[in-house]
């Protein structure tokens, strides 16, 4: 496969961008946040998140101590600002509803260039604000990378916006789960793909209350007493 580049922003501009970012979040969020210490200081990783709110992508990067590529949603390219932001701090566009092969290129590059990124494994927000069933393709990044997965669960961002209508500061929590791997190989089979997708979303329905676990709220994988 070749590897397609990604455009990111000089670590100056990306600091800048992660404090306009923090300010965000302090003035209109309410953040409670844990597990900062799971994050890999050096090497890619790929941290896996459920999707609630516009605003999960603006906690990632807040948060997070490393310089972080995020996937989005084809049609915000055509969406000012938004384009102009992400793309100034660094982002993969992904068509939904196909093989994005350009997509997946450029993530695996990313990945194998030693550089970290964040996605969500559903592929779009829940309409449900519970965790939905996830896609093979974190699955399918991680394997091919032989990158470890940093598993991210948050909610709360789902209410962002009926408060902003109240003039109130949203609640919103985010927990950082322990790094892991899956077996070595780097050729998995659509099946085994299958079974580790599962333990990705079991991981992050472990992070997160009873509540919003969704689809994997009885599934055997998850910890009841996460």
Known sequence: MKYEPVRRASPRVYGLARRVFQLLVGTLLRAEVSGVENVPLEGSFLAVVNHLG???????????????????????????PIRQIVETVGVIWVARGEADLSAIRQAVG?????????MAPEGTRSR???L?????????????????????????????????RRLRRTPVHMRIGPPFRLPDGGRADSQALKTYTEEIMCRIAALLPPEYRGVYADHPGVSPAA
């Open 128 to 130: 449900t604000r519970t």
């Open 110 to 118: 990313t990945l194998k260039d030693g550089w970290p990124i964040g």
């Open 132 to 164: 939905q069933a996830g896609k093979v393709g974190a699955a399918y990044l991680a394997d091919r990378a032989g990158v470890p997965i940093l598993p991210v669960g948050i909610w709360g961002t789902e209410r962002l916006t009926e408060n902003l």
């Open 54 to 80: 516009l605003a999960d992508p603006t906690l990632i990067m807040s948060y997070f101590p490393r310089q972080m590529t995020v996937f989005a949603a084809d049609k915000w390219r055509r969406v000012f």
